[in-house]
């Protein structure tokens, strides 16, 4: 791959990536309700669903939902129902007081962030044609796929991952402002907001 093309690539994936989304808002929200340790399962949950995204795309899913009405409108309604139960749930987490330390231990196993990360980057179809859409731009035809590949997604995943460790450590810087119930719960109702947005919003994406 020539360097000029990595460079615009890796310029493409920094605004991508930093551009704020259901993906951004839940290490943040997270990162703000655990601290930046504890919200380490889901990072780690939403980078393997991204995972399974690149893959999937990489082998025709992608193709398959962008030429599927009824396949991308299943995982899209799928995709936003999950968003609104988020939104809701967090619209009516109670304002526990939050400990400004990063050491506080979440109520809930890990896994269970875990799985939320991973629902969470899973629910938009929109990212299985994201990849399958993006990736080829930036490939060379005459050149093996598979170096290429790789390289475009381990360059992906060092810039999404910087990005979510941002956001959540914004978050975490938060904690000592939230102290306070009465801000807590305006942040856990303007969070809930934006998921529920998210969700409301997944149901106009098309597929092109």
């Given at each position: 791959?020539?360097?000029?093309?990595?460079?615009?690539?890796?310029?493409?994936?920094?605004?991508?990536?930093?551009?704020?989304?259901?993906?951004?808002?839940?290490?943040?929200?997270?990162?703000?309700?655990?601290?930046?340790?504890?919200?380490?399962p889901t990072?780690?949950?939403?980078?393997?669903?991204?995972?399974?995204?690149?893959?999937?795309?990489?082998?025709?899913?992608?193709?398959?939902?962008?030429?599927?009405?009824?396949?991308?409108?299943?995982?899209?309604?799928?995709?936003?129902?999950?968003?609104?139960?988020?939104?809701?749930?967090?619209?009516?987490?109670?304002?526990?007081?939050?400990?400004?330390?990063?050491?506080?231990?979440?109520?809930?196993?890990?896994?269970?962030?875990?799985?939320?990360?991973?629902?969470?980057?899973?629910?938009?179809?929109?990212a299985f044609?994201?990849?399958?859409?993006?990736?080829?731009?930036?490939?060379?035809?005459?050149?093996?796929?598979?170096?290429?590949?790789?390289?475009?997604?381990?360059?992906?995943?060092?810039?999404?991952?910087?990005?979510?460790?941002?956001?959540?450590?914004?978050?975490?810087?938060?904690?000592?402002?939230?102290?306070?119930p009465a801000?807590?719960?305006?942040?856990?109702?303007?969070?809930?907001?934006?998921?529920?947005?998210?969700?409301?919003?997944?149901?106009?994406?098309?597929?092109?």
């Amino acid at each position: 791959m020539p360097l000029d093309t990595w460079l615009l690539y890796v310029v493409t994936v920094f605004f991508v990536s930093a551009t704020p989304g259901p993906n951004m808002l839940l290490a943040l929200n997270h990162g703000i309700r655990y601290g930046v340790r504890h919200t380490v399962p889901t990072l780690l949950g939403l980078l393997s669903a991204l995972g399974l995204i690149m893959a999937a795309s990489a082998a025709g899913l992608g193709a398959l939902l962008a030429a599927s009405e009824l396949a991308f409108s299943v995982v899209k309604y799928a995709g936003a129902a999950y968003l609104i139960y988020l939104g809701i749930k967090t619209w009516r987490a109670p304002p526990t007081p939050l400990n400004a330390g990063d050491d506080s231990a979440p109520e809930g196993p890990a896994w269970r962030r875990f799985a939320t990360g991973f629902l969470v980057a899973m629910s938009n179809p929109k990212a299985f044609v994201f990849f399958a859409a993006l990736f080829p731009q930036f490939m060379d035809a005459r050149l093996p796929q598979a170096p290429q590949l790789a390289v475009l997604a381990v360059t992906f995943y060092v810039i999404e991952t910087a990005w979510q460790f941002a956001y959540a450590g914004g978050g975490a810087r938060l904690r000592h402002w939230l102290a306070s119930p009465a801000r807590l719960k305006w942040m856990n109702r303007a969070a809930g907001t934006a998921f529920g947005a998210a969700g409301v919003a997944l149901t106009a994406v098309s597929r092109h």
